[in-house]
């Protein structure tokens, strides 16, 4: 499922750039903000897939360019250091501080043409598409962009607000700042499963689940995790589908 965000203070232009989108066959959702608090916040709760973003949301404050600020703040987030980013501008400093600062996707002017959004809107979620069948998940951490194979995730637990990602090369990398329902959404893959509230596993690593006593033992001596009460049920429903795996 596609998700595209956009934040544009005009509400003649948010209207219109919503209902462009919006019948572009591969996109199923769209999020149109005209505030940043607002559109922070659901890039937060939400894993999107492309940012549509205007560079100048306060007409009234000469110099405005809070929506380069944004951007700046949804760059610094592990999960959206490489998602796509179209900005809605005309200033050619601008355009030349985005492409190297904030590795934007490309630009859209106003008035814009519809034919060239949705081009560009097609691009952008056909290069998501190709970066998922990777299979590698990058990580942002003290500056410092860490990348891991998806096949090689054992678990990721969550301890203190810090993602603990458990490799079968026996590495922990501590990731700030992600939560488990943004990992999994990150994932995107059938092979994760949710066994406690702050743990996930991949099933290809499990090698016994012991749902009376809550325990999934692991692999290659990986150690085991713990089966919360209340996913006990649900891991019993889907103890076929995990055995495929095992």
Partial sequence: MKKILILEDNPTTLMN???IVQNIDIVNVVYPFHNLKDAYQCAM??????????????????????GLQFVENIRKINHYAFVPIIF???LEDAKLYTY???????????????????????????FEESVSISKTLYFRKDGIILAVER???????????????HTKQGDVLEI??????KLLDDLDCASFIQCSRSTIV???FIHNIDIPNGIIQLKDGAGRVEIGITFKVMMKNNIRTIKRYI
């Fill in 17 to 19: 750039l919503t209902r």
């Fill in 45 to 66: 709760d939400r894993a999107i897939d492309l940012f549509i973003v205007d560079i100048i949301l306060d007409r009234k404050k000469p110099g405005d360019s809070s």
């Fill in 88 to 90: 809605v501008t005309s």
């Fill in 100 to 126: 190297e600062n904030l590795h934007c996707y490309s630009f859209i002017e106003k008035p814009f043409d519809v034919g060239r959004l949705r081009q560009l809107v097609e691009q952008c979620l056909h």
């Fill in 151 to 165: 096949e090689d995730i054992v678990y990721a637990e969550s301890i203190n607000h810090i993602m603990h990602i």
């Fill in 176 to 181: 700030p700042y992600i939560t488990l329902k």
């Fill in 202 to 204: 991949n099933k290809k």
